[in-house]
């Protein structure tokens, strides 16, 4: 099955700073890899995602960009604001209908 | 639109007794929905995978006859924790994929059950 790691694990930075996030993925047939945000005892909620025939994207201070050949894709988030503080969680999966597969969660704190 | 309900938020129930939880898709059809398991601090773990008019499919290490899922409808999969015990205090999030589109999966706001 699917294995994704996510790096790191906590991650702390300035407000204002940028915040990256890292996971790898093992499956090549992974084609989707969406990002989530989580606050405490909330529901994920989707803060961008990717699909496996592009390889960035952008959404105002969130960006993601995916390297199929290395099966690692990456969360940049900039000008970093206190209320980005949360828990992400990256997943891989292979298109609609199929499971995801999480990472194990980035614990994000700005700090103002 | 997209928007799944869970239902009960919030479930104290005791040693031995049994705990169904509700998973919704409000305006939306699902043919596919998904169970999570989230312990404090730690990931999604997936527990099974309902669908529609079929017994739904565990992953590896998740008792089937203890965690009962159905899913009657196109709008509607139950969790029951039958037996439950403290262990399975934990947080309980299903998703669901609309059936006309798409790659995201919708997720409900959770339920917390514990377990005394």
């Known amino acids: 099955g699917e294995n994704v790691e996510q790096h790191p694990s906590t991650l702390s930075v300035q407000e204002g700073d940028s915040a990256v996030i890292k996971c790898t993925y093992s499956d090549s047939a992974s084609n989707y890899f969406p990002w989530y945000k989580q606050e405490l005892g909330k529901r994920p909620q989707l803060i961008i995602d990717i699909r496996s025939n592009v390889g960035e994207k952008k959404d105002q201070r969130i960006a993601v960009t995916l390297n199929k050949t290395a099966k690692h894709f990456s969360l940049h988030i900039t000008e970093t604001q206190p209320e980005d503080s949360a828990v992400y969680f990256c997943a891989a999966s292979k298109g609609a209908g199929n499971q995801f597969y999480f990472g194990t969660g980035t614990s994000l704190t700005v700090i103002p | 639109g997209a928007v799944v309900s869970q239902h009960p938020s919030r479930v104290i129930c005791k040693s031995g007794t049994s705990v169904k939880i509700e998973c919704r898709s409000l305006?939306?059809?699902?043919?596919?929905m998904f169970w999570y398991r989230q312990f404090p601090k730690q990931s999604l773990m997936l527990m099974a995978t309902s669908n529609e008019g079929s017994k739904a499919t565990y992953e590896q290490g998740v008792e089937k006859d203890k965690f009962l899922i159905n899913h009657a409808s196109l709008t509607l999969s139950t969790l029951t924790v039958t037996s439950a015990h403290p262990e399975d205090s934990s947080f309980y999030i299903c998703?669901?994929?609309?059936?006309?589109?798409?790659?995201?999966?919708?997720f409900g706001p959770g339920t917390r059950l514990t377990v005394t």
């Open positions: 998703s669901a994929y609309r059936t006309d589109s798409s790659y995201e999966q919708y």
């Open positions: 305006d939306f059809q699902a043919t596919t």
